[in-house]
């Protein structure tokens, strides 16, 4: 390769902020391939905002001039203007939103717009710009759980009445209320809440101080900053600020995690509204048909809900490999945490966004639900727990209902049709009172337990999550207002 002389510089596009040190301009292919704009300029809003708050720091520490930072202030925010109006063209060739941003301030406002990168490297405020996005993002996804919350809760206050089988194995267990079998979920999503504002505490740590990696050599005030941008926080150690993206995978966990819990439901949802099941109606709104099969109603939201599950377990994966292998503290491979980050972030709004309103609109076939729970002997544990408190061993009572079972099994019976008589041969040690104990009712209503299905209990925990449900809105709420930018 020919070497360019002295200082001449065959740039023909936009020049480097880094191109003192270099003989040659960039090759086109590694400026296409090292660019990060086409999906980092998604940060653009954080990128202004850590700079304002930066420039309004160094003015305040006597590092610039206040008419300076002014200055910097107001063509930041005419550049956060052009953007949002459409009037801004990102260049690949000034590599990431940082430098498009900073360039495109030069060339506003002049040499004064060179002034703002003091004290600052790219590496801390990209690591900045990332925790403000995240920042939002997970109370936006908080928001959008607390709203599927409030669905699954009016959908389980409507069906504490209905009874259905409850499965272990996919086989029929015991009965249960639907109310309390939706609940489980509303458990599920409730964790994926907490997991979600524990996560907060980690991303509000504010990282501008670090500078590349030891930490800025002017007299910078990082608390000044976190103030101004409402983190709680600074970075204790200049070289994990730098070079920490724990935050980022730990935000695709937690969506791994949402993703689980509404694949897990989508699948359940996709079983009960086949005809083998038929527990439950899809709305027409939220199904699609067949090109080919004129019949055909398919759940097909639920099916890709369940589908890019597997894409945002693939972006936490992405992001461990991604990290597990650098040294401290910056190294370029960081670049690629937001592809695989913004995919998780976008693919778990999607879903929160579509299935609080699908299961808003599901038709519970309670009917159905009932008479599939009166039959397959649901109250067989009821019959050996009733043989327990006349004194049997649990075991012999378990083997006494069993065969109980077999003998309706070849009858073509169910327990709570045998007669005086065949109870007298099956189980003599029943009593009389044996019919009365094994309606599905009854059954239901003995789990009266703390967790357990019996309305009661059902009832007392709708009316914790009630509560719960608006102690995380006031937390919510007060976590924004504390992130709302005084800027
Ligand atoms: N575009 C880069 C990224 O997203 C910004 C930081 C670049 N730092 C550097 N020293 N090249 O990671």
Known sequence: MKKAKGKQNRLEGPKKAWSGRFREATAPEVERFTESVSFDQRLYRQDILGSIAHARMLAHQGILAAGEAERIEQGLKEIAEEIETGRFRFRSQLEDVHMNIEARLIEKIGDVGGKLHTARSRNDQVALDMRLYLR??????????????????DRAEETVEVLLPGYTHLQKAQPVR????????????????????????????????????????????????????????????SMDAVSDRDFAIEFCYAASMILLHLSRWSEELILWSSEAFG?????????????????????????????????????????????????????????????????????????????????????????????????????????????????????????????????????????????????????????????????IEKVVEARNIPGGTAKRQVLRQLRRARAELQKRRGRLEKDKEKSALGL
């Open 178 to 237: 639907l109310a309390h079998h939706l609940m489980a979920y509303y458990q599920m999503f409730a964790r994926d809440e907490q997991r979600l504002s524990q996560l907060r505490e980690r991303v509000d740590v504010m990282p501008l101080g670090a500078g590349a990696i030891a930490g800025s050599g002017y007299p910078v005030n990082p608390s000044f900053v976190a103030k101004l941008l409402g983190f709680s926080r600074v970075a204790p150690n």
């Open 136 to 153: 939002e993002v997970v109370d936006e996804v908080r928001g959008q759980l607390l709203g599927l919350h409030d669905v699954l809760l």
């Open 279 to 439: 527990f439950v109606t899809l709305a027409d709104a939220f199904c699609t048909g067949s090109s080919m099969m004129p019949q055909k109603k398919n759940p097909d939201v639920l099916e890709l809900v369940r589908g890019k599950a597997g894409g945002v377990y693939g972006d936490l994966q992405a992001l461990l490999v991604l990290m597990k292998g650098l040294p401290l503290t910056y190294q370029r491979d960081m670049q690629e945490d937001k592809v695989p980050l913004f995919h998780a972030v976008d693919t778990v709004a999607a879903c929160l966004s579509v299935f609080p309103v699908l299961l808003r609109s599901v038709h519970f076939e309670a009917g159905r639900m009932r008479l599939e729970a009166e039959q397959g002997f649901l109250n067989a544990t009821d019959l050996a727990d009733h043989l327990v408190r006349q004194g049997i061993p649990f075991r012999r009572a378990h083997a006494v209902a069993g065969r109980a079972v077999r003998y309706c099994l070849d009858k073509d019976k169910k327990l709570e049709d045998l007669t005086r008589r065949e109870w007298e041969r099956l189980a003599p040690d029943a009593g009389p009172g044996v019919e009365r104990i094994l309606g």
